[in-house]
């Protein structure tokens, strides 16, 4: 009996110095992350994709953590190419219904505890598509990663991620919903009929945006759109800086509780809106529109080193025309 007490004793302790070790070796670069899954140790393998299917008009992206990038590719004439890389081939599954391309991947993480952090994640799928092709439908729902469409074409698209950046460079996409909770959205040579932009936290950034309607929806972050044609209008910040360079709409209207607004180099068509509640706003006077100042509360107006208190206005009978207002705060028009 005693032989085999000391014989479970001396395993078990063996067992754990095993553990240790190698939890030990991952933290200190031994280059193997340690996850613990349904009563046992799993090591994640690194698996390369490849996979060519043909006559695809949709993409339909479904990932917990994972970086996707769409891009063309001159050498393909028909269909698409995924390839990348992932660490559990069990949780990817790739499969054609129809002329849709249906993606999923869970990466088991997720409901592991973690015993090393010096390897990141290296989830990453590249789809290439031919250079002249435009796609029916996107749709990407991705938990924590990073989504790039670069030089893309499609009509419809739907981008939806929690924890991870957006980026679209030089495409051409009818309608895009967009819905990034916490990260950085960049936009940089979008052509669109109609964007919809809906963030948590992270940055906004859209430059040389073509969009004949165009709505933004921020919780709390920074949104600088410049060199952009936003169409139809309406940005909305709850709190963070709102900057316009060199942007032009029709009857804007943009509205934030705590945001600041920096305007410079707007051209506007018909009436166009911006209010804040407690923020401030300094604008460069153009000739070419009328103004209206209004501070509802307390706060103060400097219009072309014109002081005012509570209301200014100069113009403002002409077509295209701009209402400043908050609730508290100052309103600078100035060179």
Same mark, same amino acid.
């Given at each position: ?16 110095? +095993?553990?240790?070790?190698? &939890? ?6 031994? +280059?193997?992350?340690?996850?613990? $899954? $349904?009563? $046992? ?48 081939? =069990? ?28 390897l990141q994640d290296e989830d990453h799928l590249t789809i290439k598509v031919p250079t002249e092709v435009k796609l ?11 989504? %790039?469409?670069?030089?893309? =074409? ?8 929690? %924890?991870?950046?957006?980026?679209i460079l030089h495409s051409n996409i009818n309608q895009l919903d967009l819905n990034n909770d916490n990260g950085a ?18 940055? &906004? ?19 600088? &759109? ?75 107006? %400097? ?33």
């Amino acid at each position: 009996m005693n032989k085999i007490i000391r014989s479970f004793i001396i395993g078990f302790i063996l067992m754990v110095l +095993g553990i240790v070790f190698m &939890v030990f070796g991952s933290m200190n670069g031994g +280059g193997t992350r340690v996850f613990w $899954h $349904h009563g $046992h140790f799993w090591v994640p393998n690194n698996v390369k994709i490849n996979q060519k299917i043909k006559d695809i008009n949709d993409i339909t992206i479904q990932g917990d953590t994972l970086d996707i990038e769409i891009q063309p590719d001159q050498n393909i004439k028909n269909g698409i190419v995924v390839e990348g890389n992932i660490t559990n081939d =069990a949780g990817f599954k790739i499969h054609k219904d129809q002329k849709t391309l249906k993606l999923t991947y869970q990466n088991m993480n997720d409901n592991m505890p973690s015993f090393s952090d010096v390897l990141q994640d290296e989830d990453h799928l590249t789809i290439k598509v031919p250079t002249e092709v435009k796609l029916q439908k996107i749709k990407f729902n991705v938990q924590n990663g990073n989504i %790039e469409l670069n030089q893309i =074409a499609a009509k419809n698209t739907r981008l939806n991620n929690i %924890e991870g950046q957006i980026k679209i460079l030089h495409s051409n996409i009818n309608q895009l919903d967009l819905n990034n909770d916490n990260g950085a959205t960049h936009i940089d040579g979008l052509i669109s009929k109609h964007t919809n932009m809906n963030t948590g936290s992270g940055n &906004v950034n859209l430059r040389n945006l073509k969009s004949d309607k165009t709505q933004v929806h921020i919780d709390e972050a920074e949104l600088i &759109v410049q060199k952009s044609q936003l169409g139809q209008a309406l940005l909305s910040v709850n709190k963070g800086m709102t900057t316009l360079n060199q942007v032009s709409a029709q009857d804007l209207f943009a509205q934030s509780i705590y945001g600041d607004y920096n305007l410079k180099g707007l051209k506007l068509a018909g009436a166009g809106t911006i209010a804040t509640q407690s923020g401030n706003i300094t604008a460069q006077q153009q000739s070419d529109l009328g103004y209206r100042l209004v501070v509802q509360n307390q706060g103060k107006i %400097e219009f072309k080193h014109i002081s005012a208190k509570k209301w200014y206005q100069t113009n403002f009978d002409q077509d295209d025309r701009l209402t400043l207002t908050t609730y508290r705060g100052d309103i600078m028009v100035d060179k």
